[in-house]
């Protein structure tokens, strides 16, 4: 199966930075961190699950449009690890940040494209 394992949340003011991380780890699933689509949704309690940065296995991009120039995902191979840099946070940011990964081709923001999911870091602004 695969594991992803969520870091780096924490509580920062508005307009503030925070680095989050997920560490991606497979045991005889045959999983390829190279060749999966990744991404960082958000939710906040009571509410829907919504897709904030997802990066495809080409390192071609999509982000929620109010994160667009704010956030940035990134991934790195030799680590299987994956991140988003948040710059400029705003309240409306805070929620629990849980990371995916699906086999899609194409980077997508599609809750029912992802079938692995972390357990998730929490960020208050």
């Known amino acids: 199966h695969v594991q992803l394992v969520e870091s780096g949340g924490a509580s920062v003011q508005a307009r503030g930075s925070l680095t989050l991380s997920c560490a991606a780890s497979?045991?005889?699933?045959?999983?390829?961190?190279?060749?999966?689509?990744m991404a960082w949704f958000r939710q906040v309690d009571g509410e829907k699950r919504e897709g904030v940065a997802a990066?495809?296995?080409?390192?071609?991009?999509r982000y929620l449009d109010s994160v667009e120039g704010r956030f940035t995902i990134s991934k790195d191979l030799a680590k299987n690890t994956l991140y988003l840099q948040m710059d400029t946070l705003q309240p409306e940011d805070t929620a629990m940040y849980i990371c995916?990964?699906?086999?899609?081709?194409?980077?997508?923001?599609?809750?029912?494209?992802?079938?692995?999911w972390g357990q998730g870091t929490q960020v208050t602004v």
């Open positions: 497979e045991f005889h699933s045959g999983f390829v961190f190279s060749t999966w689509c």
């Open positions: 995916a990964a699906s086999r899609a081709r194409f980077a997508t923001l599609l809750r029912s494209r992802y079938d692995t």
């Open positions: 990066i495809d296995r080409d390192g071609s991009t």
